[in-house]
């Protein structure tokens, strides 16, 4: 099945700069790669996505990037803000035939703390 | 509108209670999600319901017994819990067909074992 290792495990930033987050994933059928951000005591929030058939994807201070070759993605987030200090989960998919949804994998979380 | 309502946000039950878990969406999603999330752990998938019908059950025990009554509304019925059953219970839904990716998390119930 799917392997998904996400790094680093945590993160700590100043307000105004880059953050990074990357993943790598293990099978090579995987078509989606969404990232999620989960604040304390919430449900995961979808907070933008990929697919296997696009380089890189941006929304305002958001990227990510995917390297299908590599098997590996990123999220880049900018100018960072006290408010995006949560845990970050990247996750990989691939449908199975038929009608059976999409079953994510998840990396195992980065902790990401801006410091004002 | 991407909103998943889970009820209750927190129960307490002991190990022979029953108790039940409800989640609803009314985004015409047909694929419904259980997952489970201890602390400081990604959530990991417990079953996946696509046409009211059960799709995936990542073998999970059967003291969780889930439940589609239809295709706004998820249940996850419990009895006979452990203390390490305790963890955080996430509904999501997505839609059932391929070229629809995206999954929406609802807020989860906070699970506590007695």
């Known amino acids: 099945g799917e392997n998904v290792e996400q790094h680093p495990s945590t993160l700590s930033v100043q307000e105004g700069d880059s953050a990074v987050i990357k993943c790598t994933y293990s099978?090579?059928?995987?078509?989606?790669f969404p990232w999620y951000k989960q604040e304390l005591g919430k449900g995961p929030q979808l907070i933008i996505d990929?697919?296997?058939?696009?380089g890189e994807k941006k929304d305002q201070r958001i990227a990510v990037t995917l390297n299908k070759t590599a098997k590996h993605f990123s999220l880049h987030i900018t100018e960072t803000q006290p408010e995006d200090s949560a845990v970050y989960f990247c996750?990989?998919?691939?449908?199975?035939?038929?009608?059976?949804?999409?079953?994510?994998?998840f990396g195992g979380g980065t902790r990401l703390m801006v410091k004002p | 509108d991407t909103e998943v309502t889970q009820t209750p946000k927190h129960l307490v039950m002991g190990m022979t209670n029953k108790k039940s878990l409800k989640c609803e969406q009314h985004?015409?999603?047909?694929?419904m999600y259980w997952y489970k999330q201890k602390a400081k752990k990604p959530p990991e998938l417990m079953f996946v319901?696509?046409?009211?019908?059960?799709?995936i059950n990542e073998s999970v025990p059967s003291r969780f017994s889930p439940e589609c009554p239809n295709s706004s509304l998820l249940n996850l019925h419990l009895h006979a819990l452990q203390p390490e059953d305790s963890a955080l219970y996430l509904c999501?839904?997505?839609?059932?067909?391929?070229?629809?990716?995206?999954?929406?998390f609802g807020p989860g119930t906070r699970l506590t074992v007695t």
């Open positions: 999501a839904s997505s839609q059932a067909f391929r070229g629809s990716y995206e999954q929406y």
């Open positions: 099978d090579s059928a995987s078509n989606y």
């Open positions: 990929i697919r296997s058939n696009v």
């Open positions: 996750a990989a998919s691939n449908f199975r035939p038929g009608n059976a949804g999409n079953m994510l994998t």
């Open positions: 985004m015409g999603h047909r694929a």
């Open positions: 319901y696509s046409y009211e019908k059960l799709s």
